[in-house]
């Protein structure tokens, strides 16, 4: 049985990707989880990507045409997938190091029950607010290429 100690260090650290830019974000992200912290990212489909919304989207379902259904390569359509997939960009996943330091992160849409109490962090660096261009959510993207979330 886990003492609540050990239940909030595997927790790690929560971050608020709400209004975060993901590159940035993914970034520091991955320097984290590489240092050996566990890192938990709520509100992925809150996060933005910059660039205009028709371009995005016009390149994203490029991407997509890319590969075979069954044989890969495979392409996230989800945005908690898309946030987890652009954070193993930044790693080196195909080695040791890379594969233990992707163990140390979970990425959820919204926020789940038992993680709404922890105090969650954002990263300042990456705040929307630096940017000067126009930008797109991830749950507008992935709606757009395809998503359908459960409720709708």
């Known amino acids: ?10 927790q790690g650290t929560v971050v608020d990707a709400s209004g975060l830019i993901l ?9 984290r989880i590489l240092s050996g912290e566990s890192v938990v990212i709520v509100n992925a489909e809150k996060a933005v990507m ?8 016009k390149e994203a379902r490029a991407f997509l045409d890319i590969g075979h259904p069954r044989k890969g390569p495979f392409h996230p359509r989800r945005p908690d997938q898309i946030v987890h997939r652009t ?4 790693l080196p996943h195909r080695l040791a190091k890379g594969q ?3 163990r140390r992160l979970k990425v959820f849409l919204g926020v789940p029950s038992k993680l709404k109490d922890a105090p ?4 300042k660096e990456a705040h929307v607010s630096k940017l000067k261009c126009p ?3 991830v749950e507008e993207l992935a709606k757009e290429i395809g998503y359908k979330p459960i409720g709708e």
Do not use: C, N, W
């Open 120 to 123: 969650a962090q954002t990263i």
């Open 1 to 10: 049985m886990k003492t609540i100690d050990e239940e909030e260090e595997q």
């Open 23 to 31: 590159g940035r974000m993914a970034s520091i992200v991955a320097k």
């Open 135 to 137: 930008y797109v959510t």
């Open 87 to 90: 954070v193993r960009g930044m």
């Open 50 to 57: 910059s660039g205009r919304r028709l371009s995005r989207v």
């Open 100 to 102: 233990e330091a992707l």
